[in-house]
């Protein structure tokens, strides 16, 4: 079983900073591959970003702007998300694919308003 906790969101202006934090239960490295995905109202899930041992990956629309990155020593996905646009409101979810399974966390919401 992996738990997946979010949490960092919240409402920002415009231009602004959020990193959103995702914790693991156990060991993060045993995980091949985890990845950030935003759902907006209305809107299908989609992937905003990917880390393996191969490197990152993002979609043109974030491209530039955020970043994922895991931590060994507490356990933690990151997404630094820098120059927010009100396109990139959403509840964003953790991901990882383990043992046949996938998991996801419960989301933590992003507002990117003035």
């Known amino acids: 079983q992996v738990q997946l906790v979010e949490s960092g969101g919240g409402l920002v202006q415009p231009g602004g900073s959020l990193r959103l934090s995702c914790a693991t239960s156990g060991s993060i490295f045993r995980f091949n591959a985890m990845a950030w995905y935003r759902q907006a109202p209305g809107k299908q899930r989609e992937l905003v970003a990917h880390?393996?041992?191969?490197?990152?990956n993002y979609p043109e629309s974030v491209k530039g702007r955020f970043t994922i990155s895991r931590d060994r020593a507490d356990n933690t996905l990151y997404l630094q998300m820098n120059s927010l646009k009100s396109e990139d409101t959403a509840i964003y979810y953790c991901?990882?694919?383990?043992?046949?399974?996938?998991?996801w966390g419960q989301g933590t919401q992003v507002t990117v308003s003035s």
């Open positions: 991901n990882v694919a383990h043992m046949g399974f996938m998991y």
């Open positions: 880390i393996s041992s191969g490197g990152t």
